[in-house]
DNA sequence: GAATAATGTTAATCTAGTTTAACTTCCTTT
DNA sequence: AAAGGAAGTTAAACTAGATTAACATTATTC
C-alpha cells in the first residue's frame, strides 16, 4: 500500500511516533476502484471516510425530480464520504462515485473509533480537517448567496483549476447551481469579453 | 458564572472528571452584551468562540454592494463565531451581532490551545461538534439548490420555530438568500392556501 | 472507420425571484 | 397621544437563470 501521502498529510497538524505510524497503518485499508464505480450509494449506510491517493470521484445527491446535485468533488489528497451518514450511521443522502480509476485509503467506522482510543491524537487530527472543511462550506453558502453564476464560475476555476480540467462541464455546473446550459452561456459570454 | 449549561452539553459528548470540569472553568469567561452590541465585526480578529447561555445572535456578512447576508443565527446552548477567522487569526469575514441583550460563556484563541493540552477529550468534544455542523452546513447548500425558496421558508420554520418568533422577518429573508419583499409574498400565498 | 453515445452549444420562451417605490402597521420615545 | 422610525406589505416592471428543443462536437466501441 502506497501509504506515504496519507502519513504526510497527517504529518502537516500533528506529529505522529512510528509506532503509532505503524498502528494507524494496521487499521486502515487500501482499494482500487474503477471509472463509474460508487463507493457510497443514497439510501446505503457510508461504512468509510476515504483519502484519494490518486482519481477524482464526485459526492452528489438525486433530488425527487431525479435532478442531480453535486455537492463536491476529491481529487488526490483530499477526503471523501457521506460525513452525515458515517458518524452517525444511518442511510446516505449523498453518492460517491469515482469518476475516474481511483486509489484510496479507507478509515471504516469501527476502525477509527478504535483508532481514536488508541491514538487520541487522530481526535485532534480531524477536528482539524473538519473545522477547515466547515469554513469552507460556510463560506460556499455566502457565495451562492451574494455571487451571481458568472462570479462564482470565475472563482471555482480560479480556486480549482486542476479539478476545472479533469471534469466534465456539465458537472462543474451542477457544482455551482445552474444548468449546464446556461455555464455553457456564460463561458461564451467570457470569450467575447476577452477578445 | 453560571457554567451549568454549558457542562451539561458538554457532557453529551464526553466525561469529564470534576479536576478537569474546574480546570476547564478557569480557563473560560463569562460576559453579558447588550442588544445590537458586536461580538465581532468584519476585519476584526475574532478572539474567541461564545456559547450562548441566553440570547440570540446573528452572524453576517456585508457584500461590497452593502447588502447584508444572514449566515447562521445562535440562541441558548448553540456555539457561535466566525469559526474561520478564529482558526487562523486573521480578519473576520463575518459579523457577529446580538439581537437580544445576551449571556455567553467564551473560549479565547490563547486558552482553547491551551486546554486543548490540558485536557486533550475537548478535542474529541469539538471534534464532534464541528462535525455535526459541517455536515448541516453541507446539507444548507444541498437545499438551496434544490429547493424553491417557498420549500426553504417551510424547512426553516419548521426546523427552528424557536428562531423564527424572536427575529424581525426580514432577517429571516436574509438568511434563506432571498429578499424581504419576496418571503412577505410567500407568507401571503400560504395563508392563502389555507384559508 | 462507421456508428453510437456522451458532452457541449445556441436560441426562443418562460419563471422564480429582484428592484423600486408607495403605503401600512407596529414600536419607541417623549 | 403625537411623532418618528423600524418592520412588513403590495404591486408593477424587470432580470438572472431555467426549460425546451434542435443541432454540433467529441469520445468510445465494435
Known amino acids: 500500500m502506497e501509504s506515504k501521502p496519507l502519513l504526510d ?8 511516533t512510528s509506532d503509532e505510524e505503524a498502528l494507524l497503518l494496521e487499521n486502515i485499508s487500501y482499494r482500487r476502484y474503477l471509472k ?3 463507493i457510497t450509494q443514497q439510501g446505503d449506510i457510508c461504512k ?3 483519502f484519494v491517493l ?3 470521484l464526485r459526492t452528489f445527491y438525486v433530488d425527487n425530480e431525479g435532478q442531480e446535485h453535486i455537492v463536491m468533488f476529491a481529487v488526490e489528497n483530499w477526503w471523501t464520504a457521506d460525513l452525515g451518514s458515517f458518524i452517525t450511521q444511518t442511510p446516505a443522502d449523498y453518492n ?4 475516474e480509476n481511483t486509489e484510496v485509503i479507507q478509515f471504516s467506522y469501527n476502525d477509527i ?3 481514536y482510543i ?6 485532534r487530527f480531524f ?3 473538519i473545522q477547515n472543511a466547515y469554513v469552507a462550506s460556510e463560506k460556499r453558502i455566502i457565495q451562492s448567496f451574494s455571487m451571481t453564476a458568472k462570479e462564482r464560475y470565475l472563482k471555482f476555476r480560479e480556486q480549482y483549476p486542476q479539478i476545472e480540467q479533469r471534469v466534465p462541464q456539465y458537472m462543474i455546473a451542477s457544482y455551482l447551481g445552474i444548468t449546464k446550459e446556461f455555464l455553457s452561456k456564460i463561458r461564451s459570454q467570457l470569450i467575447f469579453e476577452n477578445e
Do not use: T
Not at 9 to 16: E, K, N
Open 113 to 115: 473509533e478504535e483508532l
Open 118 to 123: 488508541k491514538i487520541p491524537k487522530l481526535e
Open 96 to 99: 460517491v462515485q469515482c469518476l
Open 36 to 38: 463509474g464505480q460508487y
Open 54 to 56: 490518486s482519481g477524482c
Open 9 to 16: 498529510y497527517i504529518g502537516r497538524y500533528i506529529h505522529l
Open 48 to 50: 468509510q471516510e476515504s
Open 127 to 129: 477536528r482539524i480537517i
